[in-house]
């Protein structure tokens, strides 16, 4: 069974830094591209990075030169180091694990975690 596990998401000043952790089980780390969504109050959810099973990753325009997403497969981890960070970052954090077989697509969710920058 797939299980995707969040954590290090909480209150934090505006320029300051969060690094968020999602651990996987279920054995399609190796083969899933893995990221990060977020949603913040009265919005859609959004994805805000995203890393490739090859480890290429891509960001939304908004936080390009302030979050890294990066893997490792020893861990089965999946980590978000937000840096510089903005009011407008405040949301609910989701991990998402993506793949594809002949059949289908599979996406995979964790159960989200609370990013809020505030003074």
């Known amino acids: 069974q797939v299980q995707l596990v969040e954590s290090g998401g909480g209150l934090v000043q505006p320029g300051g830094s969060l690094r968020l952790s999602c651990t996987t089980s279920g054995g399609i780390f190796s083969i899933a591209a893995m990221g990060w969504y977020r949603q913040a109050p009265g919005k859609q959810r959004e994805l805000v990075a995203q890393?490739?099973?090859?480890?290429?990753?891509n960001y939304v325009d908004s936080v390009k030169g302030r979050f890294t997403i990066s893997r490792n497969s020893a861990k089965n981890t999946v980590y978000l180091q937000m840096n510089s960070l903005k009011p407008e970052d405040t949301a609910v954090y989701y991990c998402?694990?993506?793949?594809?077989?002949?059949?289908?697509?599979?996406?995979?969710w964790g159960q989200g975690t609370q990013v809020t920058v505030s003074s």
């Open positions: 890393i490739t099973s090859g480890g290429k990753p």
């Open positions: 998402n694990a993506a793949y594809s077989d002949y059949y289908r697509p599979y996406n995979y």
